[in-house]
């Protein structure tokens, strides 16, 4: 038996067919990389544009009364899994919103950043 399946191995690939097909998925991967590489580099620069938004923000308390009164947006980090599989990472969400005088700890959950995929 094992005789047969490594002759029937062989012959598939000295087949043209399983070659050109061979040749294809694996150019469709590398192509899939390239995507990927350019929708992470769009989403980092996003990411970091939000933060930059959202750090200006928390400079402008002046006193402890504004701090704690203060809704404080917290951002998530993408994860860094995605390049294997998303997972559905778009439709989860990515900030929050908290305060510290009103001691419930998260508040809001939502999805900042648009996404064009």
Known sequence: MRTVYIHQLLDHFKSLRFQISLLLVLMLFGLNGVIYSWKHDRLV?????LRAQV??????STSLNQIVDRWYHLL???AETEFIVEGG???????????AASGQGLIYDRHVGGFNN
């Open 45 to 49: 620069q996003n990411y970091a544009t």
């Open 55 to 60: 750090s200006s923000g928390y400079e402008a």
């Open 76 to 78: 998530y980090p993408r």
């Open 89 to 99: 990472a778009n439709w989860f969400a990515n900030s929050a919103y908290v305060n």
